[in-house]
């Protein structure tokens, strides 16, 4: 079981490390059609579309679905990973 933990460890910190990349990316003028940002929407959008709908629509220009979805996907991998210690 401590294989499998490692394994989701490793794929949640992958993920987290693309959210705080299209993050950082957000802040500086780019290309979004360029086939590694495109990847990258690609692959965090699943994530971030669910919290970016649960936030209400205000005029407040920061988008906070990454950081709620960085919170969840942290409290999700301690669950998972205590669970295959166990």
């Known amino acids: 079981m401590l294989q499998a933990a490692q394994v989701v460890n490793l794929f949640f ?3 987290t490390w693309l959210i705080i990349a299209r993050i950082l990316l957000s802040w500086i003028p780019h290309n979004p059609h360029g ?3 495109r990847l990258l929407y690609e692959g965090t959008e699943p994530i971030l579309a669910p919290f970016r709908r649960l936030l209400p629509k205000s005029s407040f220009p920061l988008d906070l679905s990454p950081l709620i979805a960085l919170l969840v996907l942290r409290l999700v991998r ?5 669970m295959l210690l166990r």
Do not use: N, R, S
């Open 35 to 37: 086939p590694v940002l």
């Open 13 to 15: 910190e992958i993920l």
């Open 78 to 82: 301690e669950a998972i990973i205590t």
